[in-house]
């Protein structure tokens, strides 16, 4: 079974950048796409973004040109970098496969606050 660990999150005030890490248990990045999610209160968790085992990258759309999602293979660590954050990006964030059928155990997640 793979665990991840999550990182990196605070509060920033509008505008601001935070780097979220995440952590695997195991290497699996050469074989598993991954994601970012993230859940904010009251709400379902969302996908944010994915990267293929090939390199390529997808976005929600709430989040084009702000968030960029990388990963290193040797680290068994997944990225996601935020900028310009706004108030609405305020949820703990998670990373897991990006597979539908393929879900591990969710993490403890990192909550990331934006707020001034």
């Known amino acids: 079974q793979v665990q991840f660990v999550e990182s990196g999150g605070g509060l920033v005030q509008p505008g601001g950048s935070l780097r979220l890490s995440c952590a695997a248990s195991r290497t699996i990045f050469r074989v598993v796409a991954m994601a970012w999610y993230r859940q904010a209160p009251g709400k379902q968790r969302e996908l944010v973004t994915t990267i293929t085992t090939g390199g390529s990258t997808n976005y929600a759309d709430s989040v084009k040109g702000r968030f960029t999602i990388s990963r290193d293979n040797a680290k068994n660590t997944l990225y996601l970098q935020m900028n310009s954050l706004k108030p609405e990006d305020t949820a703990v964030y998670y990373c897991?496969?990006?597979?539908?059928?393929?879900?591990?155990?969710w993490g403890q997640g990192t909550q990331v606050t934006v707020s001034s």
């Open positions: 897991n496969s990006a597979a539908l059928d393929l879900r591990y155990p």
